[in-house]
């Protein structure tokens, strides 16, 4: 919610919209903090990985829209893969590359963490 979780703004005039809201936060500094305690709460109440997730794909999905560049591979360009890259390094590298390379697909998160 605007002016309670976050400062907006403005897209037409990004500097000056800056320069007020920071001006305002040091003239203001509990009603700031009080922004900044809100925010925090919302996040870690309210936001949910889930809606982040489904954010970023739509985010990228309208980027996406924008884009015209369209990429041509070099006539002399090398495809490099995960074995390629790590069979120069030697040791603790070598090892840390062989561990960290992808199996194959899966069905799981990469990172689990206990429900408190």
Known sequence: MPVHHYWPVRNDDKCKSIKFAVDWGNSHKQK?????KA?????QEDLKMEYVYD?????????????TFKPIRPRKA???????????????????????MENGPTDTSPCTTSSI
């Open 78 to 100: 090398v495809e490099l893969c995960a074995e390629t890259m790590a069979s120069p390094a030697a040791g603790v590298q070598k090892k840390f590359f062989m561990e960290s």
């Open 32 to 36: 700031a903090q009080g922004m900044r």
């Open 39 to 43: 925010a925090s709460e919302f996040i």
């Open 55 to 67: 954010y970023m794909f739509h985010l990228l999905n309208e980027h996406a829209k924008l884009l």
